[in-house]
Nanobody
Framework: QVQLVESGGGLVQPGGSLRLSCAAS????????MGWYRQAPGKQRELVAS???????VDADSVKDRFAISRDNAKNTVYLQMNNLKPEDTAAYYC????????????????WGQGTQVTVSS
């Protein structure tokens, strides 16, 4: 089994910062792209940022210059540093990872964390 466990969400005032973490554990042969998504009430889940195993990142336009994704391959962990948070950033944040569980797996499978709530409010 593979588990993704997120942490770091909470309540923060506008302009504040939070750092989300997501650690993958279990039967893991290799992790490819990892990412963060968010879903606000009544809206579709959207990509916030992603990062390949080689460190190439993609950021949504709405978070450019405010959020930064990074990863520690030795710890199977992905981070999301969120600065200058805005009320519109309020959402449940989910991490994802494309994982091959064994060397015999030909294609990676996408796993999801349980989500962590981020609320930006004064």
């Amino acid at each position: 089994q593979v588990q993704l466990v997120e942490s770091g969400g909470g309540l923060v005032q506008p302009g504040g910062s939070l750092r989300l973490s997501c650690a993958a554990s279990g039967s893991i042969f290799s992790i490819y792209t990892m990412g963060w998504y968010r879903q606000a009430p009544g809206k579709q889940r959207e990509l916030v940022a992603s990062i390949t195993s080689g460190g190439i990142t993609v950021d949504a336009d709405s978070v450019k210059d405010r959020f930064a994704i990074s990863r520690d391959n030795a710890k199977n962990t992905v981070y999301l540093q969120m600065n200058n948070l805005k009320p519109e950033d309020t959402a449940a944040y989910y991490c994802s990872a494309n994982i091959r569980r064994t060397w015999a797996d030909q294609t990676p499978i996408t796993y999801w964390g349980q989500g962590t709530q981020v609320t930006v409010s004064s």
